[in-house]
């Protein structure tokens, strides 16, 4: 026998050396949840070991994805107030607004990327500005554009639309350049699909749709050749980084848009991908350190250049002990 794979697979020292898919700490981003309020850290309950932190003590989270290795953190806003259209989301004492400016200040040292929409701001719960039942797209996108500038002001590195709305990109990237932040890149959520999995999260950020559901602005998962055209459209508008959104169960997505476009591509590994590996773990039904490894490092096979997970300082800490990497 002239070809036997398993020769390569003998001994660990030899298969780390033929390993196809190396990742690092570095392409972590976090999620952290900050909320209105003081002295508050408090467990999501459908995401146990995340929690919702006050300014005065997002410090201690913080320091916990510095000690791990991550360099980079996606801030979400909860708001004490809601309204119609939203306008916490470009207030600028804002809850997210307020985050950024102690954070960037008493940790410099970390990445600062805010998640652009309006969903944790309305009092309707929807990404945007109504008019009747439906989601007014144009309104819609001259609030996101709005409040990415805010967000910039505030010291954001980077902004990161979740919205869905068509040419918030673009928009985004006019204002950010009319207002000075021309170095200030955009990750555009570009194949977000209207998922069960974002379940956790709503609960986390009280975030639901008061009525109906997202699925007239957020993807259809029956759908692919869209998700290629949607990050098409964001890269002509001016995206850096392209998105997939949930991770798991979408990573011929991934493949696809990363094989067309070779561009710096993020896949978001979602709540509810979170949620169902916590239970599962803590019923004794899988092997939680094994399981985070081997969904991370598939996701990058399958083309993810960075991977924004509640995972991030897990897989940090697994990538230094040398079970992965
Ligand atoms: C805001 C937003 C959502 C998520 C990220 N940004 C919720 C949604 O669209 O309903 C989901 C993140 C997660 O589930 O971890 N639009």
């Known amino acids: 026998m002239l070809y036997r794979p398993r020769r390569l697979r003998n001994g660990e020292t030899l298969r780390s050396m033929v390993r196809e898919t190396r990742i690092s700490a570095d392409s972590l981003i976090y999620p952290m949840f900050v909320i209105e309020g003081d002295n508050i850290k408090e467990e999501i309950e459908t995401m146990p070991g995340q929690y919702r932190y006050s300014i005065d003590r997002m410090g201690e989270c913080l320091e916990e994805v510095i000690d791990a290795g991550v360099k980079s953190v996606m801030l979400f806003g909860i708001p004490a107030h809601k309204d119609e259209i939203g306008s916490g989301a470009w207030d600028s004492d804002g809850i997210i607004q307020r985050a950024l400016r102690y954070a960037k200040t008493k940790y410099p040292e970390l990445y600062y990327i805010t998640d652009v929409c309006l969903c944790e701001y309305t009092s309707h719960g929807h990404c945007g500005a109504l008019c009747g039942d439906y989601v007014d797209n144009d309104k819609t996108v001259e609030l996101i554009a709005k409040t990415a500038v805010s967000h910039a002001k505030a010291g954001a590195d980077m902004v990161a639309p979740s ?14 350049d009319e207002n000075g932040f021309v170095n200030t890149p955009i990750m555009a ?14 609960d986390a950020a009280g975030s639901a749709p008061a009525f109906g559901d997202r699925k007239s602005y957020q993807m259809d998962f029956h759908n ?4 290629v055209a949607e990050a098409g459209l964001d890269i002509a508008e001016g995206a850096d980084i392209i998105m997939v959104k949930p991770g798991m169960a979408y990573l011929d997505v991934l493949y696809k848009i990363k ?7 993020a896949l978001y590994s979602v709540s509810g991908e979170y949620a169902m590996i916590k239970a599962a773990a803590k019923l004794g039904y899988i092997d939680e350190e094994k399981m985070i490894c081997e969904t991370a490092v598939c996701m990058y096979r399958a083309g993810a250049d960075i991977l924004i997970t509640y995972f991030a300082k897990e897989i940090a800490q697994y990538i230094q002990k040398g079970l992965i990497g």
């Open 163 to 176: 919205d869905m709305m068509d040419g918030r990109v673009g928009a985004i990237r006019e204002a950010l």
């Open 189 to 202: 959520y570009s194949a977000k699909y209207a998922s069960a999995f974002y379940g956790p999260f709503r």
């Open 224 to 227: 692919i050749n869209e998700a």
């Open 259 to 265: 094989e067309k476009f070779q561009m710096p591509t």
